[in-house]
């Protein structure tokens, strides 16, 4: 017999298509999936969800957060229990958060522990990217303790030379090279550190400037070619800007979304810099920086080429920015609530892909999460359609970016694992599980 059934939902299946149905649940896998083909065939379970003919969607899977981010002076306001109950409210039932930067592997494992240790508390599934920083000379030791900590995914910035963080070509073409032969995902932060203006003496209506669309692009550009030339798995997070898309389509297209790949954000497809006219415009900093209206229309003009979103979640209170200095503000905005919200306002059903199944694919997760398939975990979202605006924020910072914004639907229930962590708009505490995978290349 089933644990759960739930009932009378709207569904899209493994064609696309849109049907109606139920869903069945078991020791937290989907255990059956009932619609028109085998309507009258009689399905028990221990207890039942009225669906209300809502949308039952897979749980969304972020891959691109930073809770409890130490910054050095300040850390990031959410740490892993209030972001991932605000991740729930918000449909997330996976989330992929970063160790802290090392350039070593002795370091690596250090870093890895002290994150499980952090991570415990979190009420929803999760994961790690290890973080390098100027690893010079020891990135096949740390890619060998990756491989022996089961860790798919590695970070890399080519800015921040000033902190030391960047890492340099030649580490990048070997962390390609070797991502081909091992089978992990390399991530990059792709902005051009020698294009990065000084902004020290400069308050928040610089960062636009300081960091321009050319350094984003010109950096992209690059690591594409070496993704060509070199091989590997190559991921670009946080891709901030529409001409940056459009060049890496017109010089590889050949093999965009299947060597390399593209991430955006939700900020970057609702925001553009004309909020630099706002009185509040210091709430919107972040790296990269919001981009004119211009490259916003060409971003939402390419969305079929953007192939995951993730949120770079990294919230902070007003009071954390107000004080306009670029030097002394963190940048970063919180949104893993809100992210399927103002996704799908913009761009409905076709936005759940990129929002569940190809961050799977690509994350090391799929089938066992991002798609309504038996056999897969019971990782789902009800979401009820109704046009309102969003007002709610479970997160701790005391504002959001996307309060007031319009949307279509709100989520009234979250179940990660055949487990309700959110039932009609109500916390049920639990905890979530640190996740494995398997990569598979595209190459």
Known sequence: MNDLAIRNVMFLNENDELKFGNVFIKDGLISEIQTDDNWHKKIESKETYEGKKNFLLPGIIDPHVHFDLDLGK???LDDFYSGSVAAAYGGVTTFIDFLEPVSNAKDLETAFYKRLEQAKDSVIDYKFHATVMNPKGNVLEIVLKMEELGIKSVKLFTTYSDSDRRTYDQEIIEFLELSKEKGFLVLAHIENDE????SEDHDYSYLPIARSTESETSEAL???EFNKRFGGNLYMVHLSSGKTLTALKMLYGDILNKSFFVESCPHYFVFNSDVWNKENVYLFSMAPPLRTKKEQELLHTLFDDVYTIGTDHCSFDKEDKKNKMLSKMPLGIGGIEHSFDVMFERFGLDIVPKMTENVAKIHHLY???G?????SDADIMIYKLKDGVITTNHAKSNYSVYEG???KGTVISTISRGRFVVKDGEFIP???TYLGGKYESNN
């Open 367 to 369: 089938p066992q999460k």
């Open 195 to 198: 294009m990065i203006l000084p």
């Open 74 to 76: 300040i850390s990031s």
């Open 405 to 407: 914004l319009p949307k």
């Open 430 to 432: 639990g905890k979530g």
């Open 222 to 224: 690059k690591l594409a």
């Open 371 to 375: 798609v309504l398939e038996i056999g």
